[in-house]
């Protein structure tokens, strides 16, 4: 299983980014996926899930409303379009899958918010 994120950079409050993470290594359409978030000195939380068809999408309650969490099963790719962002956004962005038990990361993109 390999994730790579990317499309993290730094961004005025307000502004907006597009995070991709590029799945391979595993039968991407099957199984769900997540984009988590880690600021420096908190733990990792969990920002967004959509479900294996994007039937359902679940959002931290600090991001509904402005953030964006889709997929591409033909490209193995789950995005995080991030619209409004807020300083405390601030934090290295991690896409995440789970099969029997095991978690699997990717190495993360760190987004910036900061004038």
């Known amino acids: 299983v390999q994730l790579v994120e990317s499309g993290g950079g730094l961004v005025q409050p307000g502004g907006s980014l597009r995070l991709s993470c590029a799945a391979s290594g595993f039968t991407f359409s099957r199984y769900g996926m997540r984009w988590y978030r880690q600021a420096p000195g908190l733990e990792r939380e969990l920002v967004a899930h959509?479900?294996?068809?994007?039937?359902?999408?679940n959002y931290a309650d600090s991001v509904k409303g402005r953030f964006t969490i889709s997929r591409d099963n033909a490209k193995n790719t789950v995005y995080l379009q991030m619209n409004s962002l807020k300083p405390e956004d601030t934090a290295v962005y991690y896409c995440n899958t789970w099969d029997s038990g095991l978690l699997y990361w990717g190495q993360g993109t760190q987004v910036t918010v900061s004038s």
């Open positions: 959509i479900s294996s068809s994007s039937g359902t999408t």
